[in-house]
């Protein structure tokens, strides 16, 4: 298959807008998801677990598909970064999804998310194989070796800190609960920090504009719920610690 690099160009620029355009969006009010659906809202709803599996598939399945179809070998590099890309998306559709316990989910914002998956799995699963050059020398370059250590501690903050925020409430329980432990302790938003940490340390690892503009938009489209996540503990919880941040340690 033929590179579309201009192609990709323009949409990488246009993830980079949108992200932008988010952040605009949500400076006032959270959008309509988890604690913020407002108790009048009258759309449909899609059960967490299933919602999250629906969205999160295609950044998997469409890599996979691709890498199948193309004809020849990817480069050990290739493989290594595709692999890299596809096992986040793996933990978020096959095991994220099966152990989640959050509110249901609006079905336009399922419907979003899977056409968002689709096309971010297509761009940087071509980008990846049939655009990027990589030679053996690539397998030691500091740029490899730290965007991979920045992605697999990322991975870990997030999955950790998804455990710990499961853990908070025993069945039942309705109420909320101060996070505490791991990277919670610094801020309050722990599993978007570490999320956006991994998307940069892949866009690090591939040295490419598609990953860096993804990394971008992902920062831009979680990390305002980070902000909200800590204005609620602070309203809610007088004892909240006063040196925790939203999103990002010791700085905001």
Known sequence: MQCLESTL???????????????????????????????????????????WFIQELPAFLVP??????TEGRPGLGKVLLLCTYCLHYFQRTFVFSLLTRGKPMPAQTVR??????TLCGAIQSHNLLHCAHYDHTWLMDGRLVTGLFMFFLGMAINIHSDHVLR??????????KIPRGGMFEYVSGANYFGEIM???????????????????????????????????????????????KALIPFIF
């Open 112 to 117: 979003s998310a899977a056409v968002f998956c």
């Open 167 to 176: 853990s908070l409430r025993k069945p039942g329980e309705t109420a909320y």
């Open 198 to 244: 991994e998307w940069y340390g892949f866009a690090m690892a591939t040295w490419s504009l598609p990953a860096l503009s993804f990394a971008f938009f992902t920062m831009c489209s979680i990390g305002p719920r980070a902000y909200y996540h800590h204005r609620f503990y602070i309203e809610k919880f007088s004892e909240y610690p006063k040196t925790r």
């Open 9 to 51: 160009f323009w949409i990488s620029w246009a993830f980079t807008a949108t992200g932008l355009a988010f952040v605009f969006a949500d400076r006032r009010i959270s959008g309509p998801y988890g604690r913020y659906v407002p108790t009048d809202y009258n759309r449909r709803m899609v059960p967490a677990a299933l919602g």
């Open 64 to 69: 996979v598909l691709l890498a199948l179809t």
